[in-house]
């Protein structure tokens, strides 16, 4: 299979809103289940589903399905939402289908019920292998759910999975995170995402982080975790791809690859985010409006705005960026029209003196001094395209969309 990502291919990113409960560090739109009926959330989903496929005009080649957590649905509507997007997808050739799992919600019966649906990859929540850090997290599964959820996973048949992680969490250690790293490759997942824990407005650790009540990780302390990260799976023979993210051979995920490469998706779903070329749009974020809106307009997009030409170009950088391949100077030309070389020739000496970039006749890539800061780098290589006022430089904080 051609693994190879390019901006002629389209995701499709699928928003499933409950959880079981809501994690402390949490952001997204998501709220608990509590035996709340799905049936016309599932009615309105297929709807939007099927007009939102139906106005594409390239072929899906990778879908994700995240939120909120999937998982949560019982099998019998698990197969009712799989049924609704293997009919409306079932004339493209999807390449990469997964599913965003948290450990404590995968059971045999479902795991067979993906597998027979279409689902060919799943991401399962681990974040960390101590109680302590789970229950810091406010994340409702134990350490012992990650290994169980992998055995189910594996025996129904699926080969390609993620494994979650996070390091900085407020009293872990060095020696906390090391294990929790080992105990992960030991389920030897094809892939894993390392994530910094960023404390996201409104949620309930940032509140607990201002009123004191909880501390911050120190800063060395989240870059020593990085670094031992990055060095420990890549002994263990995982390439770090992104920022983030590494795999073994052939198991990078293509659907986030396409948002890297600042590509284009189409959205389904309460709060769910689509970009299709230089347009950005945004689903309510709230279930009740959003079976409102598709019953009765068809769509429940509350946000659409057309990107200009600058900012559609740092968005690109920023993600670009992100990728540890490096940004191709050549594609970016293509892309944007802007030569960044010329444009960004102080930024781009000053980083390269510092050792934090490395530019070569076709590339602009971080070196692992300037992977600790990639804020600062990609802020002064923006600096010089001019960016818009109000716009978000930050690019460490971002982590993909969905996240069970
Ligand atoms: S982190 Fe995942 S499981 Fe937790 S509330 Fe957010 S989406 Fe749900």
Redesign the pocket.
């Known amino acids: 299979m051609n693994k190879e990502i390019s901006d002629h291919n389209l995701g499709l990113y699928l928003h499933w809103p409950f959880?079981?409960?809501?994690?402390g560090?949490?952001?997204?739109y998501?709220v608990p289940l509590k035996g709340r009926d799905v049936a016309p959330l599932l009615d309105a989903f297929a709807i939007d589903l099927r007009s939102r496929v139906a106005e594409c005009d390239k072929q899906i080649d990778t879908i994700f399905w995240?939120?909120?957590?999937p998982t949560t649905l019982e099998d019998d509507n698990l197969s009712i939402a799989l049924g609704h997007i293997q009919n409306a997808t079932s004339n493209h050739p999807i390449r990469e289908f997964t599913i965003?799992a948290?450990p404590a919600t995968v059971d045999e019966r479902k795991a067979a019920t993906l597998v027979d649906l279409g689902v060919t990859r799943v991401s399962l929540?681990a974040q960390s292998f101590h109680q302590n850090e789970l229950s810091a997290l406010e994340?409702?599964h134990t350490p012992r759910d990650v290994p169980e959820a992998i055995r189910i996973i594996r025996a129904a048949g699926i080969t390609h999975y993620n494994i979650d992680l996070i390091f900085g969490i407020g009293g872990q250690t060095l020696a906390s995170w090391q294990e929790s790293l080992a105990r992960a490759v030991e389920l030897e997942p094809p892939h894993l995402a390392c994530y910094g824990l960023t404390y996201e407005h409104g949620t309930s650790l940032t509140k607990q982080l201002k009123l004191g009540h909880i501390e911050a990780c120190d800063e060395q302390l989240e870059a020593d975790m990085f670094l031992a990260c990055k060095d420990y799976l890549e002994r263990c023979g995982y390439e770090q791809y992104e920022l983030s993210n590494y795999a073994k051979p052939g198991h990078q995920c293509l659907h986030n690859l396409i948002y890297w490469k600042n590509g284009s998706y189409q959205a389904v779903g309460p709060s769910a985010a689509g970009c299709l070329g230089n347009i950005r749009f945004k689903n309510v974020s709230d279930i009740n409006e959003y079976i409102r809106l598709i019953n009765s307009n068809g769509h429940a997009i509350a946000d659409r705005e057309i990107i200009g030409e600058t900012e559609r170009a740092l968005e690109g950088l920023m993600m670009r960026m992100r990728l540890i391949d490096g940004l191709d100077l050549a594609d970016f030309l293509r892309c944007t029209g802007i030569n960044l070389i010329e444009n960004c020739r102080n930024a781009i000496a000053r980083l390269t003196d510092s050792e934090l970039i490395v530019c070569d006749e076709s590339k602009l890539r971080m070196t692992r001094r300037g992977l600790l800061m990639a804020d600062t780098v990609i802020r002064e290589l923006a600096s010089e395209l001019d960016p818009p006022s109000g716009m978000s430089l930050n690019v460490v904080a971002s982590r993909p969309i969905?996240?069970?």
């Open positions: 959880c079981e409960s809501k994690c560090y949490c952001d997204f998501s995240g939120g909120g957590t965003e948290n929540g994340r409702l969905g996240d069970a």
